[in-house]
């Protein structure tokens, strides 16, 4: 018998093998709050006491978020990295804490992973599991997404359309808390815009108008975009990562042609583009997974699904391209009318 010779390394199947570690050691600590004590250097005993923990435990538990980058230790005193400071801090416009811990749990199912695989899923909810509360604390944790680096990207994306100077009105289809679409208006000297939005939701966004006082340029308009109307007269309609939500695709996309005035531009960002038979790319496939095992019909997120419907329902030209934002690569589809 003869050692083998190999060509592959199992070094990936190791990094796999104690990837849970790295999401344990992120989620644990937002739970316990730990980069709220982290903004300057500090020793553990100290954080330890601030946190009423355990000393060596709380050291031990500082090194290995020093491991994965989200800590810096310096001469024994810790303190956030720029991306912990950015977006891990409680209180601040960025904080991804709350969404990501959501974000996690929405993956419980695959905790039954070889169950769902043997047994395929479960029978569907009688009933929405979406109560007006959920879709208001939703668009609550997406603010501070879109402030943390969503808004910006499209923002300048669509500063850079040659029409945008002349552009009048907005619709922001599907905008959630209303940061993109608010943006974006404040990138224009005199454009005005519209959020529209589940009714939960648009309450969520007239807060953030307020807040950011841009009620004499923004305003809201509720209902749902798959059945309801959306408004007319607009010379630019953006939908960030709603079309999702799209029942029949060719029937809302013809619903955005129908709103648009002649020349206008619809800018479509779309998160859920897969390539390589749909097993690419590797964090969009990872993050449909529980949905799909579940039994929710992912079948429509396939790459340049948006930009055939867009030519199906009339648009006389469409320019795609790939944008890669904090949760990874998304379609930029640009349709004219």
């Not at 969009?284 to 039994?295: I, K």
Request: hydrophobic share 45%; net charge neutral.
């Amino acid at each position: 018998m003869e050692i083998p010779e190999l060509s592959v390394s199992f070094g990936d199947l190791w990094k796999m093998l104690i990837a849970p570690v790295r999401s344990k050691l992120l989620l644990t600590a937002i739970e316990l709050k730990v980069f709220n004590h982290l903004s300057k250097p500090v020793s553990a005993d100290a954080v330890a006491k601030s946190m009423g923990t355990h000393p060596r435990n709380t050291e031990l538990f500082l090194d290995g978020l020093a491991a994965i980058d989200l800590v810096l230790k310096k001469n024994g005193l810790y303190q956030n990295a720029a991306i912990s400071e950015t977006f891990l801090v409680e209180g601040t416009q960025t904080y991804l804490g709350q969404l990501l811990t959501f974000m996690a749990r929405a993956d419980s199912p695959l905790e039954n992973l070889s169950k769902l695989v043997k047994e395929g899923p479960p029978p569907p909810p009688e009933t929405s599991q979406f109560s007006e509360e959920m879709l208001a604390q939703g668009a609550l944790m997406m603010a501070n997404s879109e402030r943390a680096g969503d808004a910006q990207l499209v923002t300048r994306e669509v500063s850079k359309l040659p029409e945008f100077p002349s552009f009048r009105k907005m619709l922001d289809l599907g905008g959630g808390p209303g940061i993109i679409g608010m943006a974006v208006v404040a990138a224009h000297p005199s454009m005005k815009g519209i959020i529209f939005d589940l009714p939960a939701v648009v309450k969520v966004a007239e807060t953030f108008i307020k807040d950011y006082e841009m009620e004499d340029r923004m305003g809201t308009l509720s209902g749902d975009f798959n059945r309801d109307f959306i408004g007319k007269g607009y010379d630019l309609i953006l939908a960030c990562n709603s079309l999702q939500f799209a029942r029949d695709i060719d029937s809302v996309l013809k619903k955005i042609y129908d709103a648009l005035n002649y020349g206008g531009v619809f800018s479509s960002i779309y998160g859920f583009g897969q390539t390589h038979e749909r097993t690419k790319p590797e964090n969009l496939v990872l993050s449909l997974l529980s949905l799909a095992l579940m039994g929710r019909d992912t079948s429509m997120f396939h790459r340049g699904f948006i930009a055939d419907s867009m030519l199906r329902v009339g648009f006389k030209s469409v320019r795609s391209r790939t944008l890669n934002m904090g949760w990874g690569p998304v379609e930029l589809d640009i349709a004219r009318k």
